[in-house]
């Protein structure tokens, strides 16, 4: 049950980091407090994010397989 909560928790940051990332690039959203270079950055950064969520959910399932089969 706990890792079933942690798979989706991992899945929902992921999945928000990366809509995040997407109103902030094709919207005006929070244009009036973030602009030019720190919104470019703090993209990229949540894009970073979720890429490092994605790879540690990876990882975690990739040793519950090998946990189960062993």
Known sequence: MYKNVTYLFA???VV???VM????V?????IEKLYGFKRHLFVALM???GAYRTFRL?????????DKNS
């Open 11 to 13: 899945g929902f940051m």
């Open 16 to 18: 928000m980091c990366l």
């Open 21 to 24: 990332s997407y109103y902030l």
């Open 26 to 30: 094709f919207t005006d959203i929070l």
């Open 47 to 49: 894009l970073i994010y």
């Open 58 to 66: 990876y990882s975690i399932i990739q040793k519950d397989r090998r």
